[in-house]
């Protein structure tokens, strides 16, 4: 069983910067797929940044592009980075780590078809 575990929220100004982490532990697939999703109020879940967990591009929804960087270590545990910064008021969320064993999800348009979430850590950016 994979569990993932989320820190680093917190509440910001607008213009400041934010990292987040998911430290994710049991057996994940070489080929998995992990990604950062978020969610507002009132709103659906979104996709922010994705990554395949060994070899590959990642990928980033248009709203966060040039701001959030997605990065990986898996040196020892497999964990999971989002480093958010020029964070704006509209970025304030839930935001969400996941995996997904199956490569596809890392491929084409965005799927919420994720297997294993984290429980969410808060984002509130201030204006």
């Known amino acids: 069983q994979v569990q993932l575990v989320e820190s680093g929220g917190g509440s910001v100004q607008a213009g400041g910067s934010l990292r987040l982490s998911c430290a994710a532990s049991g057996y994940i697939s070489s080929s998995a797929c992990m990604g950062w999703f978020r969610q507002a109020p009132g709103k659906e879940r979104e996709g922010v940044a994705r990554?395949?967990?060994?070899?590959?591009?990642?990928?980033y929804a248009d709203s966060v592009k040039d701001r959030f960087t997605i990065s990986r270590d898996n040196a020892q545990q497999h964990i999971l980075y989002l480093q958010m910064n020029s964070l704006k008021p509209e970025d304030t969320a839930m935001y969400y780590c996941a995996a997904e064993d199956r490569p596809s999800n890392c491929i084409g348009g965005w799927t919420n078809a994720f297997r294993y979430w984290g429980q969410g850590t808060q984002v509130t950016v201030s204006s």
């Open positions: 990554i395949p967990i060994r070899f590959g591009t990642t990928f």
